[in-house]
């Protein structure tokens, strides 16, 4: 008996993998987590907002970048960077794939 290779398994193998890598890699950047951290940058906090209207009655000269703190850290790293663009290419292939499937769903039913 001769056993048959499948030739087309390893691609289907490494398309489910790929798909796999992109949702979770699109679930990670959609929790907010990226979001959450550059709104800390700009939020205010109770202490400094307490600060800012006791100014404001004393009549001082009030500058919002006195009551600021920056605190923001970048933990990118080329790793994440990879993984990103990665995603990104993932995402513009299967945008693309799907919209020519569309397409020709279009032409064979118009």
Known sequence: MEKKKNKGSWILKLLGILFILYLSLTIAISTGYYEAKLSEKTTITNEAIEQFEEDVRNG???DINDYLTDT??????????????????????????????????KMLFT
Request: glycine letters at 6%; hydrophobic letters at 35%.
């Open 60 to 62: 001082k000269n009030v």
């Open 72 to 105: 923001y850290q970048d933990y990118s790293n080329s790793t994440t960077k990879a993984g990103y663009a990665f995603s990104s290419a993932v995402e513009d292939f299967m945008s693309k794939g799907i919209n020519d499937i569309v397409n020709i769903f």
